[in-house]
């Protein structure tokens, strides 16, 4: 890591600790001073690449919009912004209330609660790997991380500002202008608000579960050596399957995969390595309500669209429950019995979404392989000293 995080990323005072992250962020905790010595350090406005986990890829830089690198500085930025609750109207909500790295990056609540104690009527997703996200919020209505931002500050029962509002509150503040002149060239606007964000978002990511080192051992695991196999190749293998030794799934896990992949048809819709095909599905949840949620349709006022949310990550899904964009289902457990059982009947049912017929035993393995084989390491983020 870069040194100018190095120096900036110090944990708040112990004292200040209470129920929520974002309350260890305290304005003022970092001088003016230290600020112009962090955006003097050498490297602090270059282009870097996001620092990824086994299992995600090589190509992660790719994934950075051309009109919005990343920099230590501007990664900085972004992760003190996402911490400041002076970016809503009364001071009392950051992005990190409702998505608080203590609680997987999101709220474990089945919705949000914004501004003077106000409740949406989704669940929070959590904010890990969204570099991936072709599409944001669970309807896909926006584009980019940028984009999506701004929605939450202005949105009356979140944050309840405007973005123009909050950024005229951050011209106020002397070591925010000072970090937004340096990185964007100008004082704070929404353009550098929601840049800042989304680039400190980008780099929050996790890997490097069971199954990646599983799927890296796959082609292996009935491979026979020969003599002529070239000893470079047969190294690596041997790396490889130590590897996954190291960090074998059990059992019941491995057996939940073969469903995943196989009878229960889950990859059908959570594929690739983000376990997402980025498209939105109907799974019947929350359709038997008076007035349900349409979901996809409110974003393209297409037919096929109703009731159709986006399908989300698996990565670490352990850490966020409750589930759905309703937060209707308690456990994973939940989940699976509602895919077992065909999911909730309505006119606008994905074909993909069918009874299943699994026993007690294949519910519990799959619970397993999402529970211990989808787990792995979080990019670590200290709360931030804030101007
Ligand atoms: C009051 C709670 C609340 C606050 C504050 C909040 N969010 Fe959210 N966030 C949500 C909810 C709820 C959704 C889902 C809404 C939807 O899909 O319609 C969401 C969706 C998102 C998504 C989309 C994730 C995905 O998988 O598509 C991102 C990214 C995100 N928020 C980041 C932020 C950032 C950055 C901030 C601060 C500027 C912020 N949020 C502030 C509750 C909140
Ligand atoms: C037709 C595509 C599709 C298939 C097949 C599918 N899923 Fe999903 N999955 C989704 C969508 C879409 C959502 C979000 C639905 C919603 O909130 O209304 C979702 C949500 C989930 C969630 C909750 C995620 C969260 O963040 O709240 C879990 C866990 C999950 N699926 C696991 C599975 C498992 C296990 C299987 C196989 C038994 C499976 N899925 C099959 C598309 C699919």
Redesign the pocket.
Known sequence: MHSILLFLLIAAPQSQVSGRTDDRAQPGTLSVEEIRASLAEPGALETIAPEGFFGLGEDLASFVPADNPLSPAKIELGRQLYFDKRLSKDGTVSCATCHDPAMGWTDNAPVSTGIRGQKGGR?A?TVVNRLFGKTQF?DGRAASLEEQALGPIGNPIEMGFSPEEAAARLAGIEGYVLQFEAVFGAKPTPDGIAKAIASFERTILSGANKNDYYEQALPFFDYEPSEDDDPEFLARMDRVLDLEREHRMSLSAERGRDL?FGK???S???SGRDFTDEL??N?G??MDAEKPDL?RFLATGKEEDKG?????S?RN?VF?AP????GSLAT?MD??RH?DKGGTKNPWL?D??FP?ELTEQERQD?VRF?EEALTGPVTDVEVPRLP
């Open positions: 669940s997703p669970w995943f229960a048809k889950c059908a819709c959570h939105f599905h799974l949840v929350g979901g159709a949310f986006k399908t989300p698996l899904i966020t589930y759905m964009h309703d994973l989940v699976v895919y994905s993909k979404i299943l799959l999402m």
